[in-house]
């Protein structure tokens, strides 16, 4: 696991792509944990370009990835497909 720091709010509304290059949403919230302040999920509003059935999704169908699946951080945000 890559170890970074990156502020929440810095992450909201950026374009989240997965390493193979294919366009999964936009990031629209951020689970925090808030003893540790660590994140922990991103909240993606998918791409009409995905089905997003084959992601895991939250209860307003908003597609979940673990803050551990995350490459980088620049433009965009990069995801590991592992």
Do not use: A, C, W
């Amino acid at each position: 696991m890559i170890k970074m720091k990156v502020m929440e709010n810095e992450l909201r509304g950026r374009k989240v792509m997965s390493s193979e290059g294919l366009y999964l949403g936009i990031i629209r919230n951020i689970t925090v944990d808030e003893r540790t302040g660590k994140l922990i999920d991103l909240i993606v509003e998918p791409s009409d370009k995905i089905d997003p059935r084959l992601y895991h999704q939250n209860e307003e169908g908003y597609l979940l990835f673990p803050f551990e699946s995350v490459k980088s951080v620049k433009d965009v945000v990069v995801l590991s497909e592992e």
